[in-house]
């Protein structure tokens, strides 16, 4: 791994994209309600100014026409609506026409389509039904204009008008065509400079990140200081502490790695110990029967007595040989548990329960084979029993007994002690907890089954813990993994 | 015989420049200046035009000299009936409707005569053949006082034994032969009364104006719309210097820069029988009106 290789993502995404990403579209939708915001303001100020200049040009109008209107001049109507094209051009007048008190049309600009003297077409009229001056009507690109005009509290005429108002159309489409246009190039550019800036603010934090992933494997490196010089002080700060603690974490391995030796040490020193009282009470037998024999060795019924208990003790001794042999042999290929496996375990717990005058309450129900790892399971019953061992009262009783339960391989331990203590229960809950140990006092025994669960995708479930004593179960799930390596 | 008539007029104007005139100042408006009066006899008021032809009158004749614009022929008429001007550019019409009081000044000259015609147009894809044709259109007339905007066409008219507010459904006065014009182009009238001297102008300054109308009848040559004074103001100095300037115009520069933007030759001094057929038609019309 390199320290280009980024495996701080979030969700799949990387943050150098993912925030400019998001800053890209928080402006993407600040841009649209700016856009909104703005073609409606456009809109407004266009409406209020078309407002404005259409009634400038009614209210010119209207007095213009008023004389014409009163004596119905044809010429002079059309003369002063014709002018009024020029003057008025930002209005984009289409057509005006002008009605006298009985509807009839003295004069249009477009007098083909409104000939003189006729009547205003109804049509046309029904358009102008509204009470303001003006009314826009977007879909026809039209805004339509109507004028009373009053000559001495009377209604002597109206004057009609339609305007061409698409260049306010397109006005409004070249604001939004410009506002979408530049707001999407802003957004894209800030976008590249949030992902470069994103990627140069998180390099150091890119940086920390590879460290951490090496010190999953293995120990934890140290950031170089002349990386460490280079960055801000906030991230120098981080990066210091960063040591601090990698240093701290590889002490407490090679700490952990020492009490593991030292348990270790321990528990050879206790196996040692076990066999040889294992090998001393027979041999005490065995020594007397050796002496009886010397003695009375003549005597049929001393020598044939003193035989099979010379028997008796080698056998004994043959039996736990063979046991540990079994245990601690050095080949620990993979291979699926068998009965006999357990068997062992009966034989390798006796010292320690004879120690303890404990009685084994042993139930095996297994069919040969069960696809679980062997070695490493029996490795963790072993430790479940020698702490049962460990927590029992003298002269009770502790109990094994296994099982396949669907596809799952289950092994209760239960002893007779006072019940487990809140950290020890918190412990053996605790998924993942196998990376490292309990603490100190409580040696390492828990640890490396726990690190056995890990390592097998299994877990210990406490189906009991009270003053009368505590039931822990090994859950290995069944594969068939194992099944050809037996 | 025009030529004639034409040395006449130098020679009264070099009298008249050489200060030989005897008459009195008799009108009121201006004592010491000339006041002359113009009707939309023309292209429509061009600022620059007025602003040379005053120029060049004052140049000429050595007087203040004021123009005065109306609208209409029945206002400059009035003013030059109640000597309030000099002399005024009027039409043929008035001139006979007021032969008793009014004087011929001075004529235009366009196409080398004094002579013009009246026409009577329609728009240029309206299938008319003839007059008879124009029943019960919206007709436009330029001016009621107008010989060629009014009187001709009335005249025709009334050899049909018809008028025109009986044989048209409308007729609307437009005040301005250009204005006939547009209202033909825009389909605003039917078919309109035009000046044929202002029509042909127009068709070379302004084709896409006329391009719209199509001429439908061309009158017979009449006496171009003239320079008129009262009667008894005739003879006074004002008058013949008014005549004297409009009379060289032609020999002088700027006069000849006036009449190329006016499209005329020139003026001339002509006798008032010019009118005579104008005096038969406004009769003609007189006749059927009664």
Known sequence: MTLRDSNWVRNGWSLSITVPATVALLLAAISIVVTIRALSRVEETQQRNLQELSSAYLDGLSASLIPSVVREDVWEVYDILDNSRARYRGLNVQWVSVTNGDQKIIASSAPERFPPLEPMPASDAALFSFKEDVMLVDSDKQARMVRSLVYQNQEIGKIYAVADISALMAERSDVLRELVTTNAALTLCLAVIGYFAMRWLLGPVHILSNFLSWGRAGTMQQVPEQVIAQQSNEFRKLFENYNAMAAAVNEREVLASELAEEEKLASVGRLASGMAHEINNPLGGMLNALDSLKRYGAREEVRATSVRLLEEGLTGIRDLVRSTLTTYRVDQRPRDLTATDLDDLRLLIKPEARLRKLRLDWRIEIADPVHVPAVPVRDAILNLLLNACHTSPEGSMIGLAVGVRGNRFVADVTDTGAGLPAHMREYIERKGAGSSPLDRRSGLGLWIVKRHCDEMKGWLEILNSNENGTTIRLVIPVSGEFENAA | ?290
């Open chain 2, 1 to 290: 015989m025009l030529t004639g008539l034409r040395r006449t007029c130098r020679r009264s104007a070099l009298k008249a420049l050489l200060g030989l005139g005897t008459a009195g100042r008799a009108w009121g408006a201006s004592p010491a200046g000339i006041v002359f009066g113009l009707t939309p006899v023309f292209l429509n008021n061009d600022i620059e035009l007025l602003a040379k032809l005053k120029a060049y009158l004052s140049r000429m004749t050595g007087r203040d000299v004021q123009l005065v614009q109306r609208r209409t022929y029945e206002e400059i008429t009035g003013l030059l009936l109640s000597g309030q001007l000099t002399a005024a550019w009027i039409c043929g019409y008035p001139l006979v409707q007021y032969q008793e009081q009014l004087a011929l000044v001075a004529v235009p000259l366009w196409m080398g005569k004094p002579l013009y015609q009246s026409y009577l147009i329609v728009p240029a894809d309206r299938k008319a053949a003839s007059i008879a044709d124009l029943r019960g259109d919206l007709h436009a007339f330029s001016d009621p006082n107008s010989n060629s905007g009014f009187l001709v066409t009335a005249a025709l008219l009334a050899e049909m034994g018809e008028s025109p507010d009986r044989f048209f459904r409308k007729t609307i006065f437009t005040y301005g032969h250009r204005n006939v014009v547009r209202a033909v182009t825009s389909g605003l009238a039917q078919s309109g009364s035009v000046d044929g001297y202002v029509w042909e102008v127009m068709s070379s300054l302004e084709p896409d104006l006329t391009s719209g109308t199509r001429v439908l009848r061309k009158s017979e040559l009449l006496g171009f719309p003239p320079v008129a004074c009262l009667k008894r103001l005739a003879a006074i100095r004002e008058v013949s210097l008014i005549r004297d300037a409009l009379v060289a115009m032609s020999d002088d520069p700027d006069g000849r820069a006036l009449l190329g933007m006016l499209r005329l030759d020139g003026f001339a001094v002509e006798p008032s029988s010019l009118y005579d057929p104008i005096a038969a038609k406004m009769r003609l019309v007189r006749s059927i009106d009664g």
